[in-house]
């Protein structure tokens, strides 16, 4: 053997032992799509594979963070521990009952009362709504977003923050760093937050000169405002103006299009306790329980008022319960399901209780954008849509230039979910998220009036038609999907 070929001999060496291991390490715990993408990069690429793996691949949080999560839940568990799980009045068919006690079981969160104020959908109306709801604070307002931006069509909600806290009022705000850096002026925002007295903190910042390390690829993606334990607003909102801040979009007339909801009464305290859990692990702050955790009275079912369940999830639950949740209730659908989603990546779980329904007799609804907003999640969810069509699921595309960001779904004229999550792994898995469940009240009418609208401004593609694409567009199709079981 000459010199020059040992370090070849011993590369060999440890690329072999690499892709041995990798075949007894990737596959635990893992869906197998995620595990056959991250053995494909590791066996045809394992000097970047391995690295990579080793960085990003688990989908779970560890250490300090694992622990604050597991105390919260405990907490939240011992504070809800002497509320039944559902309103006295309630009266959810067996098997939604059967999704109510697992969402609680996973979570800590029983269902509670709460009134449906309105349904939120233009930007603008939103933050207007926002404002007002602030207006109104007499104690506190927590905000916590995946993305913001301080911008002229968001000032008037900041404008609210501002005159709160010069009533005295405590503001708190949660802000993903990952998520709002790229967009206009961000470098400025930590600053007018403090330069109006609002209390703010990163969430998963990364700052190495500080030696903040958080892994990129897990985000905090919640939604949520919270003014003074009495109203919350849930969805897919970001604040930001619906253009996200590019000439370009407003040019061609590209604009988010969102779905959210504001909700008083007995739910409040789910939205609370996700915030102070958020806070506690950004800002070290233990929320005063007298003070944010009172326990309500519950309403008659009826009108406005639902039963309302809040469903955490993210890295710090292994358990996905958003994933069980919504495999579920497609299972316990008998005659309609309607999914809203602008990231629509199912896993073979998610498909296969989609078309399982179909084939039982379930009229299936998937509304999506004609066009995403992410080049790999866009091509990844077109390679599914043959195996849809034909099973049946009737599937509506959403006007391009728009992009429809919209998260909710609903099952026969039962349930309603809507939330921050896409139906997607990184939802399921990599980012915090949040859901809310009603039912007994006006939620489930207000989405479906929503489906309607959606429905009349849609096209709605036939298997036909998608089976004349171009041959190059199923080949970068395939190929993203293979791609987003890494993300």
């Known amino acids: 053997m000459t010199p020059t070929s040992v370090p070849g001999t011993l590369w060999l060496i440890v690329e072999f032992v690499m892709k041995i ?82 969402n609680r079981d996973l979570t800590g969160m029983p269902s509670l009362t709460g009134s449906v104020d309105c349904l939120l959908a233009d930007a603008e109306e939103t933050y207007e709504a926002m404002a007002r709801a602030v207006d109104g604070a007499r104690r506190y307002v927590h905000v916590e977003f995946y993305i913001m931006a301080w911008d002229t069509t968001t000032d008037v909600f900041f404008a609210a923050l501002a005159r709160a806290v010069r009533r005295g009022v405590k ?5 993903d760093q990952l998520g709002s850096m790229k967009y206009p002026g961000w470098r400025q925002f930590g600053r007018r937050l403090s330069e109006i007295g609002v209390e703010w903190r990163l969430m998963m910042p990364i700052d190495l000169l500080r030696r903040r390390w958080r892994r990129p690829d897990l985000r905090n993606h919640r939604k949520l405002l919270v003014v003074d334990g009495e109203l919350a607003l849930v969805g897919s909102h970001n604040v930001i103006d619906p253009h996200y801040g590019k000439a370009k979009n407003r040019a061609i007339g590209r604009r ?4 959210s909801v ?34 309500r009275e519950p309403e008659p079912l009826g009108g406005s008022v639902n039963a309302l369940q809040l469903v955490p999830s993210g890295p710090g639950y292994p358990t996905e319960p958003n994933h069980r949740m919504f495999v579920a209730l497609m299972y316990a659908a008998e005659h309609t399901i309607t999914i809203t989603s602008p990231y629509f990546v199912p ?8 078309t399982s329904a179909v084939y039982r007799g379930v009229r299936v609804e ?20 043959e195996a849809l069509l034909e099973a049946g699921v009737r599937l509506f595309l ?15 004229d039962a349930v309603g979910v809507i939330g921050s999550s896409n139906m997607d792994y990184r939802s399921f898995a990599l980012d915090y998220e949040i859901m809310m469940l009603g039912f007994g009240g006006n939620l489930v009418g207000l989405l479906h009036s929503n489906d309607e609208h959606y429905r009349q401004v849609s096209h709605e593609l036939t298997l036909e038609e998608w089976r004349t694409r171009p041959w190059h567009q199923k080949y970068v199709n395939n190929v993203c999907r293979l791609a987003s079981a890494l993300m």
Request: aromatic content about 10%; charged content about 20%.
């Open 366 to 385: 998937l509304f999506v954008g004609a066009e995403a907003d992410q080049f790999v999640v866009g091509h990844a969810q077109r390679s599914y849509y």
């Open 398 to 412: 959403y006007p391009a230039p728009a992009v429809l960001h919209a998260k909710y779904m609903t099952v026969d």
């Open 256 to 259: 988010w299009h969102d779905l």
């Open 171 to 175: 503001v708190r705000l949660l802000v």
């Open 21 to 102: 291991v990798a075949l007894g390490v990737v596959p635990e715990n893992r869906r197998p799509s995620s595990s056959s993408a991250w053995l494909l990069l590791i066996l045809f690429v394992p000097v970047v594979g391995f690295p990579l793996y080793w960085l990003i691949g688990s989908p779970w949080v560890t250490g300090r963070r694992r622990a604050i999560q597991r105390e919260s839940d405990q907490v939240i568990k011992d504070h809800m521990a002497g509320v039944p799980l559902v309103p006295s009045d309630a009266r959810p068919a067996q098997t939604l009952g059967g999704v109510l006690r697992m």
């Open 347 to 354: 896993d073979s779980a998610l498909l296969a209780a989609m």
């Open 262 to 295: 504001m909700v008083s009464g007995g739910v409040v305290l789910e939205v609370e306790a996700v915030f102070a859990m958020d806070w506690f692990v950004e800002s070290g702050e233990l929320l005063d329980r007298a003070e944010h955790f009172t326990t």
